[in-house]
């Protein structure tokens, strides 16, 4: 996998021994006589850790261990809560294997799942097991192999940003009328909901005045537009929480289904705007690591909203507001992570910097409120 993987962080670490011996009894059929685990970690995320766990024999030849790997038996990755938070349906690892349970035979490019654990003794936390899959993940910068041939970036990223879109609107086509994804959200006043529990989150998480940001929750709540036909919600969906083929031209899986539920699509939508950075957005939006949708050939915000109407036949003439509200909940879940920093709750010194990037998210949602376009 071209994304790749660090040692494990202080205060992050999984007892290997403990994992290697409930994973010999939920899981016999990966777990070789004489077996040991090798853990890494994926660096990237700023919510769930997430781990590279290989099952490999003590002294299997290096050819062996890869030729297991490519197979996907061997390379598993692990899903666990961070220290400091709360309970809550964001860092429910049952929920969000339940969910991964349901997508993986609906067509919906998921991450097959295969194991959870409840017992936070085992390694300190509820987790759960899915396979490891292969590709590339695209953060701050595209692969040196695409480097190499500059003149075909731009026509790459807009195929991707067109794969994008599909992908998307493929996952609100998903039936949601049966169980177990119906009773994963309630769509009745979903958006009135989302736009009132942020403001108490974003009031909760405050270390300091943004007056631009509190002037964003009184302006969307006087804005919500009424209720539209309900979808499956991934409520994360970015670039970062795609596995892509190494070309770039499909998408293998989407990751980071803790937020996921049903409701408003447009909801959805307003989140992945908010998280694609165009070339004249502040600098710092970089910081999320995201600046790729910003490279030419990407497609703009408004000429996504545009593709994801016409994929699916729906007016997204209120886009702005979508938009806003994305910018918004940005900016809160940033502003909670920045939190968990200054409370010593977390060394990774990636979040020292999210205070500015709240800032830059409120005034931002300022003005997509004040100017009504994306």
């Not at 953060?139 to 040196?144: D, W, Y």
């Not at 009745?188 to 009132?196: A, F, H, L, S």
Request: some cysteine; charged content about 20%; overall charge negative.
């Amino acid at each position: 996998m071209i994304d790749g993987t660090i040692a494990l962080r202080e205060g992050e670490q999984v007892d290997a021994g403990a994992l290697l011996a409930w994973l010999a009894r939920a899981l016999p059929e990966l777990v070789p006589a004489g077996a040991r685990l090798l853990i890494r970690q994926f660096p990237a995320g700023f919510s769930n850790l997430t781990y590279l766990v290989t099952i490999e024999r003590e002294h299997e030849r290096e050819h062996e261990r890869e030729h297991e790997r490519e197979h996907g038996r061997r390379a598993l990755v692990l899903r666990r809560p961070p220290r400091g938070v709360k309970t809550g349906v964001a860092h429910d690892m049952g929920r969000e294997h339940g969910i991964l349970t349901a997508l993986h035979p609906s067509g919906v490019p998921v991450p097959k799942p295969l194991a959870r654990c409840d017992d936070a003794a085992v390694i300190g936390a509820p987790f759960y097991l899915m396979e490891h899959v292969d590709g590339v993940i695209l953060r701050g910068t595209l692969p040196a192999s695409f480097t190499e041939n500059a003149a075909a970036v731009p026509g790459t990223l807009a195929a991707l940003s067109q794969t994008f879109v599909h992908t998307l609107a493929q996952l609100h086509a998903v039936d949601v009328a049966t169980e177990p994804l119906a009773s994963l959200g309630r769509p009745e006043g979903y958006v009135q909901r989302q736009v009132q529990g942020w403001s108490k989150r974003w009031i909760a998480a405050r270390t300091e005045e943004v007056p631009a940001l509190d002037g964003m929750a009184a302006w969307l709540e006087a804005h919500r537009p009424p209720d539209r036909a309900a979808t499956l919600v991934h409520n994360d969906f970015k670039l970062d929480n795609l596995v892509l083929e190494p070309d770039l031209s499909r998408v293998r899986a989407i990751l980071d289904w803790e937020m996921a539920t049903i409701g408003d699509p447009l909801m959805d939508l307003g989140t992945s705007l908010a998280y694609w950075v165009e070339a004249g957005d502040a600098p710092i939006f970089r910081a999320l690591g995201l600046g790729i949708t910003a490279l030419p050939g990407n497609m703009t915000r408004a000429e996504l909203v545009q593709a994801y109407g016409a994929h699916r036949g729906i007016d997204v003439s209120d886009a702005p507001f979508y938009y806003t509200f994305g910018l918004f909940k940005v900016a809160v879940i940033a502003q909670q992570i920045y939190a968990r920093h200054v409370q010593g709750l977390t060394s990774d010194p990636r979040f020292g910097v999210l205070g500015e990037v709240v800032k830059a998210l409120g005034m931002a949602a300022q003005q997509a409120a004040e100017q009504g376009r994306v």
